[in-house]
């Protein structure tokens, strides 16, 4: 090869770098400037950090009981009162946060996978693999996904791990669809068929070109998925599909406190963890999205 095309192959593969990562700044500084989106992460941020640090952080043992103390309003002692078997609800409280966003995050993270993978791979290949693998993708989605949710949660017996099949099971769908659509749009490119000629496999190109590219959409729906999975998970504890006594969940402490309407601090303070959590998510959904799409873009 002469210096001439060597020259030219090392700019041909620098460049893209180069831009990637200036995208990417651009990308994080116009997110900065979003103050919602700023404030819904710390949020968030916020929750895990109390969440990881419960057992340092909560002042009693969120299963342990003290009758004398049951349906105790906010105190010094109980900062956000008892509940009906004299449980702290802050420690509860704190606890709960635990499970409702380990519970998200795995379903989020494991639905966003699959659907990626299994969508991308119907839109790559085609034909009547993409065919029959959109069909399926419709069947999940004609039905509401709490209602599927919850029929599949009731015929697998209430526990976290059944809710979180449940959840699993009705979650992959839309990105199967999101990325089939990323990739369709992307497969025709010139970056695609400069692999193909190269000798490139044709998993390699979908695993290592198509994919990666699809990333931007289904990062923003992983962002408001896990709010939408911190109101599933809880629905489900709420209904009684979910979290078995006595673990601490958001869902099921709202539960709790649903016959206690004197005793406003038992469901209180857990729906109002579920709904600063669920609207920070929106937030920095909202956020990244306008700053991914280049119209928002221009505009800003």
């Known amino acids: 090869m002469s210096t001439t095309a060597s020259g030219s192959t090392a700019t041909t593969l620098t460049l893209p770098v180069r831009v990637g990562q200036e995208g990417r700044a651009s990308t994080v500084r116009l997110l900065f400037k979003n103050r919602m989106a700023v404030l819904g992460a710390a949020v968030v941020v916020v929750w895990i950090i109390v969440a990881a640090l419960a057992p340092l952080i909560a002042p009693y043992d969120p299963i342990d009981q003290d009758v004398r103390a049951r349906l105790s309003a906010p105190s010094a002692v109980h900062w956000l009162g008892t509940d009906g078997l004299g449980r702290d609800v802050f420690s509860r409280l704190l606890y709960g946060g635990r499970v409702s966003l380990q519970v998200a995050a795995v379903v989020v993270a494991v639905a966003s996978i699959v659907g990626t993978v299994y969508g991308g791979a119907a839109g790559f290949f085609g034909r009547w693999l993409d065919e029959g693998a959109m069909r399926i993708v419709d069947m999940v989605l004609a039905f509401p996904s709490l209602i599927l949710a919850m029929a599949i949660?009731?015929?697998?017996?209430?526990?976290?791990q059944?809710?979180?099949?449940?959840?699993?099971?009705?979650?992959?769908?839309?990105?199967?669809?999101?990325?089939?659509?990323?990739?369709?749009?992307?497969?025709?490119?010139?970056?695609?068929?400069?692999?193909?000629?190269?000798?490139?496999?044709?998993?390699?190109?979908?695993?290592?070109h198509l994919l990666?590219?699809?990333?931007?959409?289904?990062?923003?729906?992983?962002?408001?998925?896990?709010?939408?999975?911190?109101?599933?998970?809880?629905?489900?504890?709420?209904?009684?599909?979910?979290?078995?006594?006595?673990?601490?969940?958001?869902?099921?402490?709202?539960?709790?406190?649903?016959?206690l309407?004197?005793?406003?601090?038992?469901?209180?303070?857990?729906?109002?963890?579920?709904?600063?959590?669920?609207?920070?998510?929106?937030?920095?959904?909202?956020?990244?999205r306008d700053t991914i799409d280049p119209r928002s873009r221009s505009r800003q």
């Open 162 to 208: 059944n809710s979180m099949l449940a959840m699993l099971a009705v979650w992959w769908p839309p990105y199967a669809r999101l990325a089939r659509g990323q990739v369709l749009s992307l497969k025709s490119r010139d970056f695609v068929t400069a692999a193909r000629a190269l000798g490139t496999p044709e998993g390699t190109i979908l695993l290592r």
């Open 153 to 160: 949660a009731a015929a697998l017996g209430p526990s976290i």
């Open 212 to 259: 990666p590219n699809s990333v931007a959409p289904i990062l923003v729906l992983m962002t408001m998925d896990f709010g939408n999975a911190i109101i599933i998970t809880a629905a489900l504890s709420f209904l009684g599909l979910g979290a078995v006594p006595p673990t601490p969940e958001w869902g099921a402490m709202v539960a709790e406190g649903r016959e």
């Open 261 to 288: 309407m004197q005793q406003w601090w038992i469901s209180t303070f857990p729906g109002l963890a579920i709904f600063t959590v669920a609207m920070a998510c929106n937030f920095v959904g909202d956020g990244l």
